[in-house]
């Protein structure tokens, strides 16, 4: 039930600023929204080294489609899922002004992806989850990634690194947090646990980039890139 109540918290966050998100204010639920979309490390380091054309990915944690409409041109196609219903409606409202076609879009649970076994090539997050300060929960979601995945399919993700003030440790499970979405965040202090997790829910292949973050105060960023 601890974990229930925190995603609870979450979908409520996360609706109510979704609810103030709109194509004249982009900032709400994404922050620094024109900023985020002038950095170029996303197309850098998310799918370093790997042809994406003719693939298909899904986004976990897409808020209003940010990145599906960035990453459009680049794979076969998008599919984003998010906690939030406003923030898919917003998303839809995005894709539509931006001239990309509405792909699929999914509501979730906050811990899971409503979609079958080996589905996509390549499932990515993007400022996600950092601000799952559950760890449990981001366990959870790591191996429901690694379900959806085609044999030989990637997982491609960013979180914080080194340290954030208010920030929780690497296996916390701080289900009692008051606000997500930068107000309790974790930042991973040691690599090795990060590569654990991924290790022990299967995942090879691992690789990973530490950068400068983007309007963010965690001392780096960590993009890592798996295999199932």
Not at 105 to 111: H, I, K
Request: glycine content about 8%; aromatic content about 14%; overall charge negative.
């Amino acid at each position: 039930m601890s974990s229930q109540k925190y995603l609870e918290m979450q979908k409520g966050y996360y609706d109510v600023e979704a609810s103030k998100w709109s194509l004249n204010n982009k900032n709400p639920v994404v922050g620094w929204y024109h900023d985020h979309e002038k950095f170029s490390d996303y197309d850098e380091f998310l799918f370093k080294d790997f042809d994406t054309k003719n693939l298909v990915a899904l986004e976990y944690g897409c808020g209003p489609g940010r990145n599906l409409i960035r990453f459009a041109n680049r794979f076969e196609r998008v599919d984003g899922v998010d906690i939030s219903q406003t923030n898919i409606d917003k998303a839809k409202i995005n894709l539509k002004d931006a001239g990309v076609n509405i792909p699929n879009l999914y509501v979730n649970d906050g811990d899971n992806i409503p979609t079958e076994d080996s589905s996509y090539d390549v499932v990515f997050a993007v400022i996600c989850l950092q601000h799952i300060c559950v760890h449990e929960i981001r366990y959870k979601i790591m191996q429901e990634i690694y379900r959806v995945l085609k044999p030989g399919g990637k997982f491609c993700a960013q979180m914080g690194f080194g340290g954030r003030d208010g920030s929780v440790k690497y296996y916390d499970n701080n289900h009692d947090a008051q606000g997500t979405n930068g107000m309790c965040d974790v930042s991973i202090e040691d690599e090795q646990f990060l590569r654990d997790d991924l290790s022990k829910i299967g995942f090879t292949q691992y690789k990973a980039d530490f950068r400068t973050p983007c309007r963010d105060l965690h001392k780096q960023w960590i993009w890592f890139q798996v295999e199932k």
